[in-house]
Structure formats: structure tokens, C-alpha cells
């Protein structure tokens, strides 16, 4: 039974750059939320992605943005990249029916330059 | 501004003792309440979720949930090196889908 993957792992990136980066979730699962979890804090909630909508948004400006696809992965995508966006991205998956209960992917590592 | 709290610790504790972990949360409605380990470096896993007053065991572990006093809790039971790590507490408050997380209180068992 497969678990959430994400990629990439690591990524390093300048300044004003933009990135992608993509989550599958676990086998089963059809809700994807993604977080941002900076050293030293709690993950921080992004966004909510089920049935390829956004169905909640947490306190994040529009330079983050998000997709979900039919086969239910998803998409974060951050624009104009600043030093604060450095962290660590983390994808969780959930069934929307029965348990609410969400697993973590392994995370990627963003450094912005 | 709903809040989940923790002490960040470091609490160290001694192998085999009993390790307690407290998490506050503001919203008095919250229904679902969670458990997580994180190791240094890697991403969180989950440890149990608690739904109902009272306490729920699993293993070593036994979270207590008391919502009126809006308090979680995690027991772990003779505590080894390897539970050295961050206990997440997160909370999913009421009209909403999104995990509000505590910033995790850092564990040390010590051998």
C-alpha cells in the first residue's frame, strides 16, 4: 500500500523564482493539503485540494496557488519566491468520507537564495 | 484566533519513565484531535487521533482528551531513546477541513 510521495526532494531555488512541486497521495485517499512548516514551528496549513477544487485556503498570499488532478495529485506552486518561503512543504492525503485522520508525504525541502 | 498550544520543551525524561505531553486548544467545539512524531529532519507521523472525553490506548501510548477543560494530552509508557523526538498536537476546529497545529514540544529520553 503505497503511502503520499512527494517531489522533488530538495529543491534550491533564487529570489523571485518560481516552483512546483507535486504530491500522489495514498492509494485511496482523495483529499490533498498542503503545509508549510518553517524550523522550529507546527506545520502551517496552505490549502485543501478535493474533487479538484480548492476548498479551503489558509492565511497564505496569492503567490501560493495549487492544482488537483483527476487522478487526485496535486500541485503547489509558489511565485516570486522570497527568503521566507524556505521550508519545509509537506502534503497530507485523506478519504473525505469516514476518518479525518491525514497522512504526511516525506516533504521537500525548499532553500530560496 | 484559534490557537493549539504547546510547551516547546526540551522535557527529558529518563528510559522507562513515563513521558506527559499537554496540548491546549481554544475553540470549546473542536471535535477532532491528533497525535503526531516528528523526527529531526523528517516529516510527522501520525501517533493516534482522539475524538471522544476520556483516555484512548494504544500500545505505549494513551492520549487523554478533556474538552471541557479544552486540554489533550499523550501519555508515553517506559519511555525509550528512540521516542526522542517532536509531539505535534493538532486540532481540527469545527466548520472547518484544515489541521491547526501546536509548534510541537521536543522530547529527550534519556538513556
Known amino acids: 500500500d503505497a503511502g503520499v510521495t512527494q517531489s522533488p526532494t530538495h529543491l534550491i531555488k533564487t529570489r523571485g523564482q518560481q516552483v512546483t512541486l507535486r504530491c500522489s497521495p495514498k492509494?485511496?485517499?482523495?483529499?490533498v493539503s498542503w503545509y508549510q512548516q518553517a524550523l522550529g514551528q507546527g506545520p502551517q496549513f496552505i490549502f485543501q485540494y478535493y474533487e479538484e477544487e480548492e476548498r479551503q485556503r489558509g492565511n497564505f498570499p496569492d503567490r501560493f496557488s495549487g492544482h488537483q488532478f483527476p487522478n487526485y495529485s496535486s500541485e503547489l506552486n509558489v511565485n516570486a519566491l522570497l527568503l521566507g518561503d524556505s521550508a519545509l512543504y509537506l502534503c497530507?492525503?485523506?478519504?473525505?468520507?469516514?476518518?479525518?485522520?491525514?497522512?504526511f508525504g516525506p516533504g521537500t525541502r525548499l532553500t530560496v537564495l | 484566533q484559534k490557537e493549539v498550544e504547546q510547551n516547546s520543551g526540551p522535557l527529558s525524561v529518563p528510559e522507562g519513565a513515563i513521558a506527559s505531553l499537554n496540548c491546549t486548544y481554544s475553540?470549546?467545539?473542536?471535535?477532532?484531535f491528533f497525535w503526531y512524531r516528528q523526527y529531526s529532519g523528517k516529516s510527522p507521523e501520525l501517533i493516534m487521533s482522539i475524538y471522544s472525553n476520556g483516555d484512548k490506548e494504544d500500545g505505549r501510548f494513551t492520549a487523554q482528551l478533556n474538552k471541557a477543560s479544552q486540554y489533550v494530552s499523550l501519555l508515553i509508557r517506559d519511555s525509550q531513546p528512540s521516542d526522542s523526538a517532536t509531539y505535534l498536537c493538532?486540532?481540527?476546529?469545527?466548520?472547518?477541513?484544515?489541521?491547526?497545529f501546536g509548534t510541537g514540544t521536543r522530547l529527550k529520553v534519556l538513556a
Open positions: 497530507a492525503s485523506r478519504r473525505d468520507y469516514g476518518t479525518d485522520t491525514q497522512y
Open positions: 492509494s485511496g485517499h482523495d483529499t
Open positions: 493538532a486540532v481540527i476546529f469545527s466548520g472547518t477541513y484544515k489541521y491547526i
Open positions: 475553540d470549546r467545539v473542536s471535535q477532532s
